[in-house]
């Protein structure tokens, strides 16, 4: 935004994300995490010094967003009645969105805009032989050679840079050593990479790129040049580990509205091609639409989240209400973590946890490790506890 602008990160459009800031007097667009976003309604639900707010990306039913959601719309009904509210996205549940803005009486209006769309040719590459189906964070290997395999076809059939969709860090660099004899440049792109590698993966370079990337080139990025797509079909989604007591990440097929969104990366700029790993039929039992993390994901920090703001959960408007046996063992964990009363309310030690931006457990660590073993080595315990590896032992040091 500030670039179309001609302007520095830091003018009119700014950014904050946790320990870092960029912004000034002159700022009037901040782009924040909803992590961000949530601490600042927490801190005070007013919002003062905002008119308007815009939930981008909704239809991937991030628990941090729908939770945003509903303390946003609480805001508006209860305090600032003229606070603006946008929820927007390429895929998401019309119907469902305009009803949460709006009521069931009077939806929020929608506002349709068609992008400059260009052909893309759809080509379906199934594994010709048959592959074991994803397993936690395993990814049969060979698929991940089929995958390989499939972005060499895809780059002798057509000209112009590529981007494929993994489901993590581990397979990309796993894909990017098969594919390390090409002629071309590759690049990998995911959260955990520098972010001068990160904008080296956005700029076209001398020779054709391959840019190996997350799901966060899905939506939240455009990679110029790239006229051709290959999609493994994959997506990670959190879930609750019992083991650890802790949230962790499983993999799955993705939506098709997510197979969409990727499709669409081959035609932003001129006509393409996207390559997909499975077969027209498979596509066509895929969910329409990502499973929401309310369904999935472990509750804890969003019920400390919801007892610090202070309205029951089943009166907040969420797009879709917690199970109740999913919720009531939340609430039993931040009992014993001494984070809520017997009521449900939040403690002031709840409080000090939530402030934190870890999960309460880990929260719990850090506080309370830091009084025993200081704060340098109780935070890098409670960094590695929250690594979601899948280790042989219980010793974190030899992992």
């Known amino acids: 935004m500030a670039a179309i602008l001609g302007e520095r990160v830091g003018g009119r459009v700014g950014y904050r994300i946790r320990g870092e800031a960029r912004r000034s007097a002159d700022t009037r667009v901040e782009v924040v995490t909803t992590g961000v976003l949530l601490n600042r309604l927490l801190a005070d639900p007013e919002l003062p010094g905002v008119d308007a707010v815009m939930l981008d990306e909704c239809h991937e039913r991030h628990l941090e967003t729908d939770t945003a959601c509903a303390f946003l719309i609480e805001t508006r009904q209860v305090l600032r009645p003229e606070l603006a509210l946008v929820a927007a996205s390429a895929t998401a549940d019309v119907a469902l969105w305009r009803k949460l803005l709006g009521g069931a009486s009077d939806p929020a209006p929608a506002v349709a805009s068609e992008p400059m769309r260009h052909p893309v040719a759809m080509h379906w590459a199934p594994p010709r032989e048959q592959v074991r189906p994803p397993d936690g964070l395993r990814v049969d290997p060979r698929f991940l050679a089929h995958v390989a395999h499939v972005v060499e076809r895809a780059l002798a059939d057509r000209d112009g840079d590529l981007l494929c969709f993994l489901p993590g860090a581990g397979e990309i660099r796993r894909v990017a050593e098969r594919l390390d004899y090409l002629d071309v440049d590759i690049h990998q792109l995911h959260g955990s990479v520098s972010s001068s590698a990160q904008d080296a993966a956005l700029r076209p370079g001398a020779r054709r790129r391959v840019v190996l990337a997350t799901d966060i080139a899905e939506s939240s990025l ?50 393409g091609a996207v390559w997909r790993c499975w077969s027209e039929v498979e596509h066509g039992r895929r969910p329409a639409q990502p499973t929401p993390d309310v369904d999935s994901s472990d509750l804890t920090a969003f019920a ?36 809520i009363d017997d009521d449900g309310a939040a403690t002031d030690r709840g409080r000090a946890l939530a402030k934190v931006g870890l999960h309460p457990r880990l929260a719990r660590a850090l506080i309370d490790g830091a009084e025993r073993v200081g704060t340098a080595k109780a935070a890098e315990v409670a960094a590695l506890l929250g690594l979601d590896g899948r280790g042989r032992g219980d010793d974190l040091l030899a992992e």
Request: hydrophobic share 45%.
């Open 222 to 271: 455009t990679v110029p040049g790239v006229r051709i797509v290959v999609d493994a079909g994959l997506a990670r989604r959190p879930i609750i580990d019992h083991a650890r007591g802790l949230p962790g990440l499983t993999t799955v097929t993705a939506s098709r509205a997510s197979c969409e969104q990727r499709a669409g990366r081959a035609g932003r700029e001129a006509p």
């Open 304 to 339: 400390l989240q919801a007892a610090c703001w202070g309205t029951p959960v089943g009166a907040l408007a969420l797009p879709a209400q917690p199970a109740a046996g999913a919720l009531e063992a939340a609430q039993a964990t931040l009992r014993t973590l001494g984070a």
